[in-house]
């Protein structure tokens, strides 16, 4: 069936640096896709989203790149800062309203 | 804005014993989900709500899971009764359009 995964289960990075969060999607026919930061002890927030019209969306210090020929979706994070530390999901859109979301990434910020 | 607001933040409860959450969507969001997020993974959808209809309750185990939301604003989703395997954290989330706003959640052990 479709799923949705991500390539790696946590991430470090060096404050400052830029950070790379990547997801592999299956189903072809997902049109939306979207990005969620999740702190502990919260739920999912909503960071940027991407429809497949488009293979790249820029907001505050992200970027979320599409790629539809390989399924696969990236979130860039510039200038990481240690609130960034967070586990990050991508989502895609089938039939409608309903979600499919990743395993999750964990990205922590080294000082 | 208020945001999504859900009740218990915690419960833990014995095996077989009844559970209930609460959730409060945003004011004016007529689409309301429920999730279940297990410990390392992403939420999975549970129900989705279009105002007080259930439009997509094909995830929910409805042998003992059961929801409602009267009059297309509050929600309740039960567990009667809970088993081990229910431990985990249940997500609300709300939506006016396709971006989804969640909830902190109920985070549910079951001994």
């Known amino acids: 069936g479709e799923s949705v995964g991500l390539h790696l289960p946590t991430l470090s990075v060096q404050e400052g640096d830029n950070s790379i969060i990547n997801c592999a999607y299956s189903?072809?026919?997902?049109?939306?896709f979207i990005w969620y930061k999740q702190e502990s002890g919260k739920g999912p927030q909503f960071i940027i989203d991407i429809r497949s019209n488009m293979d790249k969306r820029q907001g505050q210090r992200v970027t979320v790149l599409l790629n539809k020929t390989v399924k696969h979706l990236s979130l860039q994070i510039a200038a990481t800062q240690p609130g960034d530390s967070a586990v990050y999901f991508c989502a895609e859109n089938q039939s409608g309203n309903q979600f499919y979301f990743g395993t999750g990434t964990s990205l922590t910020v080294i000082p | 804005e208020a945001g999504v607001v859900q009740s218990p933040r915690y419960k833990i409860i014995e095996k077989k014993q009844p559970v209930a959450f609460w959730c409060n969507p945003i004011s004016g969001h007529n689409t309301l989900y429920w999730y279940r997020q297990n410990l390392g993974q992403g939420p999975e959808l549970l129900i989705r709500y279009e105002n007080e209809e259930a439009v997509d309750d094909s995830q929910l185990p409805k042998d003992r899971f059961s929801a409602e939301r009267l009059k297309g604003v509050d929600s309740t989703l039960k567990i009667q009764p809970a088993e081990l395997g229910d431990s985990a954290v249940y997500l609300c989330?709300?939506?006016?359009?396709?971006?989804?706003?969640f909830g902190p959640g109920t985070r549910l052990t079951v001994l």
């Open positions: 989330a709300s939506s006016l359009n396709s971006e989804q706003f």
């Open positions: 189903n072809s026919a997902s049109d939306y």
